[in-house]
């Protein structure tokens, strides 16, 4: 990951790992390094972070380097966009707007995140009562001279490969 400050890396296991991304360059240098990991194919990454954070660029980085054609946009008022990857399938969702657990089952959520595939989920707490366990929660900081500060929390094995 070029320009991509490092602090505090992981000693063993699962601690946490700090970024500073000080450019956009640094968010797609990112995406496009996690984008190479073979256990994305099957995850789910929890997206943290304030409005204007960062979150869905991150996502549109992500996308493109996994493939994705057309307009990559924000499923804020969808609330899900699913993309067909050449590798495999991809859903974007945005809980931001999410009110009622009973959305997740009439929405068929719980077979999407069953099923194979990667998920990603903006506002991850407006759901947290029916969401599973992520294997990575990504923290976005939007901090006052531009740059983010990025926490990366990974869980089980899964989340381990993808930040190794």
Do not use: C, N
């Amino acid at each position: 990951m070029t320009a991509v400050e490092r602090r505090h890396p992981p000693i063993v296991g699962t601690a946490p790992r700090q970024l500073l991304w000080a450019s956009e360059d640094d968010t797609r240098a990112f995406a496009e390094h996690l984008a190479t990991r073979p256990a994305l194919a099957d995850a789910f990454i929890a997206l943290h972070g304030d409005l204007g954070a960062g979150k869905t660029t991150l996502v549109r980085h992500l996308l493109r380097a996994l493939g994705a054609q057309g307009r990559i946009k924000s499923p804020t008022y969808a609330v899900v966009e699913p993309y067909e990857l050449p590798a495999y399938p991809a859903w974007h969702f945005d809980f931001y707007r999410f009110d009622d657990p009973r959305e997740w089952e009439d929405a068929g959520f719980r077979d999407i995140f069953a099923g194979p595939g990667l998920k990603l989920a903006e506002w991850p707490d407006k759901a947290a009562a029916v969401l599973p366990p992520a294997d990575l929660d990504l923290y976005i900081t939007l901090r006052d001279d531009g740059t983010r500060a990025v926490t990366l929390t990974p869980h089980g094995a899964r989340g381990a490969e993808l930040l190794a």
